[in-house]
């Protein structure tokens, strides 16, 4: 039995459970990997896709993260509403109008252009009064070297770096970029962003600009690309055992954290011929047994998958027939009838994600087959899915495990690195990515 799908109120429908301690885990190996001393900076934002934002940046923390990353300001003082007073940083631009909050959050900025700079200038000048008077904005500058995202042009970036320095209500702690193709097997896109950040910043420290906190590496450019661990790595997907790539390509021993489960809702025997779902996509080959299960597209679980996914029902894959409605689909169970396992009950649960060694789904598997990336499947589970959280095993059983779990030695945080090494670079400005 998934234990993912026990111990769970009555009262609820659908749920996913999410192991916590397969998060710190996750954090262990991959702090495991980073060179240099460089930090890691969790990526919390939406909702940590989709396994809870709070939650997860907790166990980050706890396991040796030294900063959160999140995409607005309503995520950073969400953290800062639950306590979490470490370095949080904004991962894209935001609007004049948002910046207040932030501000008075003390979450770290990053900026596209002079505009931004100038309104974030103005708004703590008037906000950081009284007993803040004095403290400054930190401001990350966001170099585009690749992606087109958002983000200074690379000729853009040294009249960028002085312009925040000019301000008297500014500090200049970092610089950042994004990778587009990192986790591609072809590693020389990924190789032109590396060489171009670096003879950004090799240009700005030759006129005495050293920024304290460079980053690049998301969680492929960690994995596969360690020239580019820099001062700090930013990963998200891999905190929860996920991968944009097939997973033979790394050595990680990561842990799956999310389960995903729902209880049967009713069982009715049709007979052969019938119709199943919208449009009458499925057709009983036989008299079936169907059983109807209140999830569907609208909490996240893909309309693509119709006719491609199955459910596990007691401990057996069964099929999901017809098309997949906004708050139901239909499994047909007509195999447990006369089987060991035996026919469930109205009420009973059903795991769509996880299960045992012997017999899982994998958020891998439901990508593949809705036709896309793993982390938009845990990233739509919506607000009608029950979190619930596991926080204190050491690990997950054993025979929830699709591979041998090696000891993860979990020390004391690594500071972030104003050293790590870097090659020099030519002295000309720096113009577009294809030089």
């Known amino acids: 039995m998934d234990s993912g799908a026990s111990n769970v109120p009555e009262a609820v429908r659908t749920w996913a459970t999410i192991d916590l301690e397969a998060v710190r885990h996750n954090v262990r190996v991959l702090r495991g990997l980073l060179k240099h001393g460089a930090g890691l900076l969790a990526v919390v934002k939406s909702e940590a896709y989709g396994h809870g934002g709070v939650q997860i ?51 770290i900025f990053a900026v596209s252009s002079t505009e931004e700079i100038t309104a974030l200038a103005e708004r703590t000048r008037a906000l950081l009064q009284g007993p803040l ?41 970092g610089i950042f970029t994004h990778f587009s193709s990192a986790e591609e097997p072809d590693p020389e896109p990924t190789r032109q962003q ?50 944009a790539w097939p997973a033979h390509r790394d050595r990680l021993e990561l842990l799956p954290s999310l389960t995903l489960h729902t209880r049967i809702l009713n069982i009715g025997r049709r007979k052969e011929g019938w119709p199943v779902g919208y449009n009458r996509t499925h057709i009983c080959k036989k008299e079936s047994l169907l059983a109807t299960l209140p999830i569907g597209y609208g909490d996240g679980y893909r309309r693509a998958l119709s006719g491609h996914s199955c459910v596990i029902v007691r401990g057996t894959l069964v099929p999901v027939v017809g098309r997949i409605s906004m708050n139901s689909i239909v499994a047909d169970i007509t195999a447990l009838e006369h089987s060991a396992p035996g026919l469930p009950e109205v009420g009973e649960a059903v795991t769509l994600i996880g299960g045992s060694q012997q017999v899982r789904i994998s958020v891998e598997e439901i990508a593949e087959q809705s036709g896309t990336i793993p ?47 870097m090659e020099p670079e030519e002295e000309d400005p720096p113009q577009a990515a294809s030089a």
């Open 194 to 243: 590396i060489k171009l950040f670096r003879k950004l910043l090799a240009y700005c420290e030759e006129r005495n600009m050293r920024f304290r906190v460079r980053h690049a590496a998301n969680s492929a450019g960690t994995v596969f690309h360690p020239d580019a661990h820099l001062d700090l790595v930013r990963c998200g997907v891999l905190l929860h055992g996920l991968r």
């Open 57 to 107: 940046a907790r166990a980050a923390l706890e396991a040796g993260a030294s900063r959160l990353g999140v995409n607005d300001i309503a995520e950073g003082v969400a953290l800062r509403d639950a306590g979490l007073n470490v370095p949080v940083q904004l991962l894209t631009s935001c609007l004049p109008e948002e910046m207040g909050a932030g501000i008075e959050a003390g979450l």
């Open 133 to 173: 008077r004095g403290r400054k904005t930190k401001v990350h500058l966001m170099a585009d070297t690749g992606m087109a995202r958002g983000g200074f042009a690379p000729d853009e970036i040294w009249p960028a770096a002085e312009r925040v320095r000019a301000e008297k209500t500014l500090e200049l702690e």
């Open 375 to 421: 982390y938009v499947v845990t990233t739509q589970l919506g607000t009608n899915v029950h979190r619930r959280y596991i926080a204190d095993r050491l690990l997950l059983p054993k025979r929830e495990l699709e591979f041998e779990v090696r000891p993860v030695d979990g020390g004391a945080a690594p500071a972030e690195n104003d050293s790590a090494p």
